[in-house]
């Protein structure tokens, strides 16, 4: 069955992320680590994963999982952390096993486990940790095909439910909302504040392609990394806000600040005369813009206070196609099931092409060689093409039938045995 598969866990529902990051495999170390891991365990196959907000540890196993599995991966992945850290660290890991493992990796693949559900991303970081974990010969046939099956579940929640849609956090949602009034890639985007929130703002400015962005902050080293993620990036001190000339399409503003940054005299000095309307993206907490302004000139004004309510309304969005997302795990459990014992019945009986094809072979070139030697051309090749049909055909009937009874068995078992959609068998090289 699949009870040879099992999955150690560390996620943001477990532990804090700072803690999460003692549980990883330094980037520069996976290689020796993991194959040790493998090695040291007599694990047959392992599979790694890593992001900001988990760690998963996915093995494929048949012999019994030992009860002290966690203190063990924990001594070969950190070797030198205290005893008693790793015991508190070793409390706080999940371990799943057989299709508890299945449905928690199906959920990951659907952002149903993530920190931001309908986050597509991770699909891609589960592609990139199989290629690593297959280039470092950790994967073979088990967790091959799991992956391709959990990568086709996350596609089919994504394109049949409404998980991905309606942003969450109040950021995506404060850049969306700047996008109805600025349209152009050549705005000009000027930035208060280099911290994690104006970060991310930057970060969807530079996927959505805008380039010509300023950055003042406090600490002008710390502006210019921000700066330069994009083209024609720039970053100034802080105190170059009050004599700003060059003018702006859209502000974007968060910093540490209590009081307003952006008071109405300085904003009258930044727009510098400039009668048309711009988009101020206040993203600070108490606002660092003063709204007194906004009685004076034309503004697209976007602040959090107005945000927070529709992003609550995308959360139960999300919550509520989360609950089809999981009927769709359920019935996919269930098919990898009946796709996996077929697999085993492909594996069990891979000798048969190679002892059909000798026996042709033996016929033609020994049993029957003379007659066969006898025959003219057309007829040697019309033979030779009736034996090909007949070692396609002896090779398909045991194998087929074999299926029919896997499956039989597992309905009869009280298990769903529904055929799921093809997904390609080949082998990982050299194994």
Not at 294 to 320: C, D, G, K, M, W
Not at 325 to 333: E, F, G, H, V, Y
Request: with cysteine; hydrophobic share 40%.
């Amino acid at each position: 069955m699949l009870d040879g598969y099992h999955v150690l866990t560390l996620t943001h529902r477990d532990a804090p992320l700072e803690t999460i990051g003692r549980f990883m495999v330094p980037a520069d170390q996976t290689g020796p680590v993991l194959g040790a891991l493998k090695a040291r365990l007599g694990w047959n196959e392992l599979f790694y994963l890593a992001t900001c907000n988990r760690v998963m540890y996915l093995f494929y196993d048949q012999s019994p999982v030992e009860e002290n599995i966690k203190s063990r991966v924990l001594n070969i992945i950190r070797p030198d952390m205290p005893a008693s850290e790793a015991a508190q660290l070793a409390g706080q890991l999940r371990l799943l096993h057989g299709a508890d493992a299945i449905r928690h990796l199906f959920e990951v693949g659907g952002s149903l486990d993530s920190l931001v559900v309908g986050e597509r991303e991770i699909i891609r970081q589960l592609r990139e940790a199989y290629d690593h974990s297959h280039a470092l010969g950790l994967t073979g046939d088990h967790i091959r095909l799991l992956m391709r099956f959990s990568i086709e579940t996350a596609k089919e929640i994504y394109s049949t439910t409404a998980i991905g849609e309606k942003a969450l956090s109040v950021v995506a949602l404060a850049f969306s909302e700047m996008q109805k009034t600025v349209t152009s890639k050549n705005a000009r985007i000027l930035m208060v504040g280099a911290g994690q929130t104006n970060a991310l703002f930057a970060r969807f400015l530079a996927k959505k392609g805008f380039h010509h962005v300023t950055i003042l902050n406090r600490t002008p080293d710390k502006a210019a990394v921000l700066a330069g993620t994009f083209d024609h990036g720039r970053a100034f001190p802080l105190d170059v806000l009050e004599y700003w000339s060059e003018g702006f399409d859209a502000l974007v503003v968060c910093t540490g600040s209590t009081e307003p940054v952006v008071t109405p005299d300085v904003y009258h000095s930044l727009v510098a005369g400039d009668k048309t309307r711009k988009t101020v993206v206040d993203l600070s907490v108490p606002n660092n813009v003063d709204k007194r302004m906004l009685a004076e000139y034309p503004v697209h004004f976007i602040e959090i206070e107005a945000l927070r309510a529709t992003a609550e309304q995308n959360r139960s969005h999300r919550e509520h196609e989360k609950t089809k997302a999981d009927t769709i795990i359920t019935r996919r459990l269930y098919e990898y099931r009946a796709l996996w014992h077929e697999r085993q019945v492909e594996r069990s009986l891979a000798y048969i092409p190679d002892e059909v094809r000798a026996v042709k072979e033996r016929a033609v070139q020994e049993v029957y060689a003379k007659d066969f030697a006898q025959l003219d051309p057309a007829a040697q090749e019309l033979v030779m093409k009736m034996l090909g049909y007949m070692e396609k055909k002896c090779v398909a009937i045991p194998i087929k039938a074999a299926k029919s009874i896997a499956l039989h068995a597992l309905k009869q078992q009280g298990g769903r045995a529904e055929r799921s959609p093809a997904i390609p068998l080949e082998r990982d090289a050299g194994r």
